[in-house]
């Protein structure tokens, strides 16, 4: 081959580079309905598998042994709002349903004793509270709001002590607050036990510099991951991101510490959007791709759902943000969304990234149901959009 070809060549290849390159760039979100069929795909896989919400839920441990759980678990709780964000964009009766069958069937208590004060064992409360509000039944939320006035009572702020209850614990928090209007004990315990979180509880597990959370304190430095990064989990980030966004469409404009929820909210946004890998996802690891790097669903659908929400409230320059989470939701239907609804790359329950490897299309993580979720969250605010 003479110069003159190789040099076509060449320019050849650069130009299909650049188109590929444009290609990519300009993907499209998939029109409302699409969107909604594939949450509807997701979501019959699931209730066809658990046809009962009030059965119990047996897993294998880390040795392997079988554990049974009952179905208000934090798992999922989770669940539950991904699909009480569903029914609000798709109100189909047989989701109501389901939701009211599984608060029934635990008698509208939180897990556990109603003196719980972890924050796993309320999280079913935000649900509870949301069946409330569509049909205001006071037993939907005796037993919640009793949870809450004694963690209230309780002098300490601090047992938030790993991020991931700031998203299980908050909206509850919040939810009350809008209910009993007059009475700010819940906008400000809420506050109280988020601050502990965020600048007490291992020095604080918010890093203000590069404005992500260490999942808890031992994951404070000197811990590092063996690139030599911070230790930023992908998911317990989502968490916190989620938290907030759920916080502030729940409050009231001038409700007390707003503007702080906001600020950390952007903070987090623009420190989240240039982690993304070239596939859409982001990795399980935030800082280092090299420690069990590869596609994870769950905090991607979490970064979804919190920019979806950011630019559907006009907080977020759509030109920016719409490229990112249209890339995002694109890789998970081409990736994760199997033909029959099971969600493939999510990685199991844990708190850090070496937990419930591998992550895979294939591999069942110990809990289907919060996976699930995050992505009914992410894809109810896309259908906004």
């Not at 110069?3 to 650049?18: E, F, G, P, S």
């Not at 939701?99 to 509870?128: F, L, M, V």
Request: hydrophobic share 40%; proline share 6%.
């Amino acid at each position: 081959m003479n110069r003159y070809a190789l040099k076509l060549n060449a320019l050849a290849l650069a130009v299909l580079m650049i188109v590929a390159g444009l290609s990519a760039k300009a993907q499209q979100l998939p029109a409302k309905k699409k969107i909604i069929a594939d949450m509807e795909l997701a979501n019959a896989y699931f209730m066809n598998k658990w046809p009962d919400p009030g059965a119990t839920v047996t897993v294998k441990n880390p040795a392997g042994v079988p554990v049974t759980r009952t179905s208000e678990l934090w798992t999922r709780a989770v669940y539950y709002e991904g699909l009480m964000a569903l029914y609000g964009v798709d109100p189909q009766k047989k989701f109501l349903d389901y939701a009211i069958d599984w608060g029934e069937k635990h008698n509208w208590r939180p897990r556990g004793s109603i003196d719980t004060k972890d924050a796993d064992n309320y999280c079913c409360g935000q649900t509870y509270i949301d069946l409330y509000n569509l049909d205001p039944k006071p037993d939907r939320i005796e037993s919640i709001k009793k949870c809450m006035d004694l963690i209230i009572a309780n002098d300490g702020d601090g047992a938030w002590t790993w991020i991931d209850a700031i998203q299980m614990g908050m909206p509850v928090f919040a939810k009350l607050g809008v209910i009993y209007k007059d009475d700010p004990k819940y906008f400000e315990k809420m506050y109280a036990m988020y601050n502990h979180t965020k600048t007490v509880e291992g020095g604080g597990l918010y890093n203000t510099t590069e404005h992500l959370w260490w999942r808890d304190k031992a994951f404070v430095p000197p811990y590092k991951e063996p690139n030599g990064a911070n230790c930023y989990w992908s998911r317990g980030n989502g968490w916190v991101y989620a938290a907030l966004v759920r916080v502030l469409s729940i409050i009231p404009k001038n409700a007390p510490h707003r503007d702080e929820y906001l600020k950390t909210y952007m903070e987090m946004t623009k420190a989240i959007a240039p982690l993304q890998r070239e596939d859409g996802y982001w990795n399980v690891s935030l800082k280092d791709p090299t420690h069990f790097g590869g596609k994870e669903l769950t905090g991607t659908s979490l970064f979804v759902y919190g920019m979806a929400w950011g630019m559907n409230n006009g907080l977020l320059d759509k030109k920016t943000y719409k490229p990112i989470v249209t890339k995002a939701w694109n890789a998970m239907i081409a990736n994760s969304l199997h033909p029959e609804g099971f969600l493939g790359f999510v990685q199991g329950t844990g708190k850090e990234p070496k937990d419930s490897q591998p992550v895979s299309y294939t591999n069942i993580p110990d809990f289907e149901d919060y996976g699930l979720g995050c992505f009914l969250l992410a894809g109810s605010e896309l259908t906004k959009l």
